[in-house]
């Protein structure tokens, strides 16, 4: 698909100005897992990159799917799930570990495409 518009990921980039050696990932339409996915990304490329910052902006927009009907039984997404945001900057630094909140401990990802019931649950 074609889209004129630039990425989040990209308006970020321009609008603080970061240098050109950036590494930008643009995970889109996995739902609230893209931001768990984004979390073990940021941990692994920190593993392999010493004294660096990586950021994750995670968004959920479900403007694409909002129910615009009358029928009550349909608009409970609408009610559910809502537009919103968050940021977290990671770092690996030792200089920045006195002033940090929290401390990635560790990180789970399965994957079961390969199990027919699992992938089928998801087919519409």
């Known amino acids: 698909m074609f889209c004129t518009s630039p990425s989040l990921s990209s308006m970020i980039v321009n609008h603080y100005t970061l240098k050109n050696d950036i590494k930008s990932f643009n995970i889109s339409g996995m739902g ?41 039984s349909m608009m409970h997404p609408n009610c559910i799930f809502r537009c919103g945001g968050a940021a977290v900057l990671f770092s690996n630094k030792s200089k920045d570990r006195s002033r ?20 089928q649950c998801a087919i519409q």
């Open 32 to 72: 609230c897992s893209a931001g768990v996915i984004s979390l073990d990304l940021a941990k692994c490329i920190l593993k392999n990159t010493s004294d660096s910052y990586a950021v994750v902006v995670s968004t959920e927009i479900i403007t694409a799917n909002w129910y615009f009907g009358n029928d009550k």
């Open 100 to 119: 940090s909140k929290y401390e990635l401990v560790h990180t789970v990802r399965t994957h079961k495409a390969a199990d027919e019931q699992a992938y």
